[in-house]
């Protein structure tokens, strides 16, 4: 595993409770999601955001959860199953080549790609495999770390996404600078 990617034991203390203190991820995540949605969260880790997505879902919508390495997906099944979502997050193994998402293509309504980006090699591909899941009208944020990425680098990766197919539809929804909610046109 390169060492560019978050080790799987961090994914305990980035599902942690006390993360809400920066933070609350229902609220970060209710402007874009609605009860019945088909939801994308790639690179989830263990869930801190899976969860919450999968309850503002609701028992009509579907989380997909796609992420490198199956220690993290054993770890958000675990607690998906423990808050009684398991029937409403499907999880999958990412192979480092692709997020395997072919199946999905234009059925995702909202996609969230959290503090992840810049750990991925090529994500001038990932941003194109997320576009063409995304269903027209699709929205997806991505939101990256100020600690491990620049402006620059993060404007950079907002220019594939673009290029990819998406639009910026607000520069800063999060009050953060490294923030962005784009939309996949009709
Ligand atoms: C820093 S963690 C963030 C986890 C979660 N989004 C959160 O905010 O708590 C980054 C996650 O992205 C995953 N990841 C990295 N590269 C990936 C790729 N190419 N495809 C899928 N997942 C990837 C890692 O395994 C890790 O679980």
Redesign the pocket.
């Known amino acids: 595993?390169?060492d560019?990617?978050?080790p799987?034991w961090?994914?305990y203390f980035?599902?942690s409770p006390l993360?809400k203190l920066f933070g609350n991820p229902e609220k970060i995540l209710s402007p874009h999601v609605r009860e019945g949605m088909t939801l994308l969260?790639?690179?989830?880790?263990?869930?801190?955001?899976?969860l919450p997505l999968a309850k503002i879902a609701g028992p009509s919508g579907r989380v997909i959860a796609?992420?490198?390495?199956e220690k993290?997906l054993i770890g958000l099944q675990r607690r998906a199953k423990r808050a009684g979502f398991s029937e409403r997050i499907e999880c999958r193994l990412?192979?480092?080549k692709s997020?395997n998402l072919a199946d999905l293509a234009g059925r995702i309504n909202f996609a969230?790609?959290?503090?992840?980006v810049h750990?991925?090699?090529?994500p001038d591909r990932?941003l194109s495999e997320i576009a063409a899941a995304l269903a027209p009208g699709g929205r997806l944020l991505i939101?990256e770390?100020s600690g491990h990425v620049s402006p620059e680098k993060f404007e950079k990766t907002i220019k594939l996404a673009r290029k990819a197919g998406l639009s910026t539809v607000n520069d800063v929804p999060l009050g953060s600078k490294l923030s962005a909610l784009l939309e996949k046109g009709g």
């Open positions: 595993m390169s560019r990617i978050c799987w961090l994914g980035l599902a993360r969260d790639v690179g989830p880790g263990m869930g801190y955001f899976t796609v992420d490198l390495q993290m990412a192979s480092g997020l969230l790609a959290f503090y992840m750990e991925v090699p090529d990932l939101v770390p």
